[in-house]
């Protein structure tokens, strides 16, 4: 098959939460590996910084608002996406959230489900219109967490969202096989806002760092370069699998 199998020329992708970190990085390298590319998330200045590095990087970006707990706002992109770049082949599950750190005695039922909303039920009205929607074979990534495989230490809603995340893998890689490949990636710590606080804050940044093998946090790119390789004909016997890039934290 050769190198060319990691290529994702001619495809067509949609990446939610592509206005940062993870999901701005996928957007890019998806372009890199020859994909057109809809980043997709609520901040719009944030996706038109994210599409010019698909259009340098010699994509073609069709930026798009959407709120991912919003069924008919999803519908609607899917509609404008395929109208602009044509059939959708990629969906990338990327939008998260996790506000809460702390013990779950204290954790009030709003944010739980906040929590739950955008990070499962937001995945799944995305992945459900892919399905619907998929012209011949396709490939959804839906960007877990090493929390989806073991327990992180005062995010249970976090942990129990991403474990849902991983459930509802392997669901519809078993429903929608042969035609839709499902994986999960499942990134240990990574620089981005969403780690910022934890990173900044002396005591649990040593507490995590102790935590992970190669005693460092990962770089965006380093997630993004897993997720080309899930979305690529060179994983298209791999279905239904949680592809872990923690660092060795889950190996413990
Ligand atoms: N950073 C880590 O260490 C780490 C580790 C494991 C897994 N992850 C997962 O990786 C994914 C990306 O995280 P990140 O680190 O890149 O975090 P981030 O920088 O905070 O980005 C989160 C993205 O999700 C979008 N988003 C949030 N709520 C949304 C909603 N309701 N509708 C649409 N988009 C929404 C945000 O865009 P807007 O605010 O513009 O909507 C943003 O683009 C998340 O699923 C996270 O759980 C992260």
Known sequence: MGLDAFSLDGRVAVVTGGSRGIGEEISVAFAEAGADVAPVARSEDALEATADRIEDAGGTAHPRPLDVTNVAAVEAMFDEVEASLGSVDVLVNNAGTNPFFGNPRDLDMETWNQILNVNVTGAFH??????????????????????????LPYQAP????????????????VDW??????????????????????????????????TIPQDRFAEPEEIATSAVYLASDAARYVTGEVHVADGGIAAR
């Not at 396709?138 to 327990?151: D, H, K, P, R, Y």
């Not at 976090?158 to 669901?171: E, P, R």
């Not at 994986?183 to 002396?202: H, W």
Request: glycine share 12%; proline share 3%; charged share 20%.
């Open 126 to 151: 995305c992945a459900r219109e892919f399905g619907r929607r998929v012209n011949g074979t396709g490939a959804l990534v839906n960007v877990a967490s090493v929390g989806g495989v073991v327990a």
């Open 158 to 173: 976090y942990t129990t969202s991403k474990h849902a995340m991983v459930g509802l893998t392997k669901a519809l890689a």
């Open 177 to 210: 096989a042969p035609r839709i490949r499902v994986n999960a990636l499942a990134p240990g710590y990574v620089k981005t806002e969403f780690t910022k606080g934890v990173r900044e804050s002396e005591g649990i940044r040593q507490d995590i760092l102790d």
